[in-house]
T-cell receptor, first 114, second 111 residues
Framework: EAQVTQNPRYLITVTGKKLTVTCSQN?????MSWYRQDPGLGLRQIYY???????DKGDVPEGYKVSRKEKRNFPLILESPSPNQTSLYFC?????????????FGPGTRLTVT | QKEVEQNSGPLSVPEGAIASLNCTYS??????FFWYRQYSGKSPELIMF????GDKEDGRFTAQLNKASQYVSLLIRDSQPSDSATYLC???????????FGKGTRLLVKP
């Protein structure tokens, strides 16, 4: 089954404790992206990747890191989480071929930072 | 600042009616436009995409794009209670793989 998976689905952590949210896709998509979704603010793009070792900032990259060492994986790293990073996070992937930029989303990771 | 604007709703329609959702965007360089449906607590699900001016139909859904007016809409015919969800309008920006999402319109379809 073609899908984007994220782990963990739920995470409660404390301020300053480094964490990684994993994202993996099995569709051989070139492009991957991370979003956060907050009430009243909608979905906002954090980082995206156009290929292995190629990443770029979205609208809200502060406090986040990403890496793309393999085509299928695109982990999101919070090196020193803060309470304002409490949010619902989505990973998405896209084939982005011949102008087709449809994105397919993972199930989401609900993060709480206390 | 590039923006995508949607009426937050809720938009309430009776079962069987046509639901009309609207979206405006600020970046004239935008090329691709998407509608996602999102149920509470779930991930966005792509339901329509449109690249050219005019209408695009897929089953009960029709997307309409007017680049001159910077306006994109979604029509849902024969609305069903299962269509009750938040509908997100998304616009691909002109640079890289950047996307701007509207805050969504909540649709309620009443039996």
């Amino acid at each position: 089954e073609a899908q984007v998976t994220q782990n963990p689905r739920y995470l409660i952590t404390v301020t300053g404790k480094k964490l990684t949210v994993t994202c993996s896709q099995n569709m051989n998509h070139e492009y991957m992206s991370w979003y956060r979704q907050d009430p009243g603010l909608g979905l906002r793009q954090i980082y995206y990747s156009m290929n292995v070792e190629v990443t770029d900032k979205g609208d809200v990259p502060e406090g986040y890191k990403v890496s793309r060492k393999e085509k299928r994986n695109f982990p999101l790293i919070l090196e020193s989480p803060s309470p304002n990073q409490t949010s619902l996070y989505f990973c998405a992937s896209s084939l982005y071929l011949a102008g087709d930029s449809r994105q397919y989303f993972g199930p989401g990771t609900r993060l709480t930072v206390t | 600042q590039k923006e995508v604007e949607q009426n937050s709703g809720p938009l309430s329609v009776p079962e069987g009616a046509i639901a009309s959702l609207n979206c405006t965007y600020s970046d004239r360089g935008s090329q691709s436009f998407f509608w996602y449906r999102q149920y509470s607590g779930k991930s966005p699900e792509l339901i329509m995409f449109i690249y050219s001016n005019g209408d695009k139909e897929d089953g009960r859904f029709t997307a309409q794009l007017n680049k001159a007016s910077q306006y994109v809409s979604l029509l849902i015919r024969d609305s069903q209670p299962s269509d009750s969800a938040t509908y997100l309008c998304a616009v691909e920006g002109g640079q890289g793989f950047s996307f701007i999402f509207g805050k969504g319109t909540r649709l309620l379809v009443k039996p």
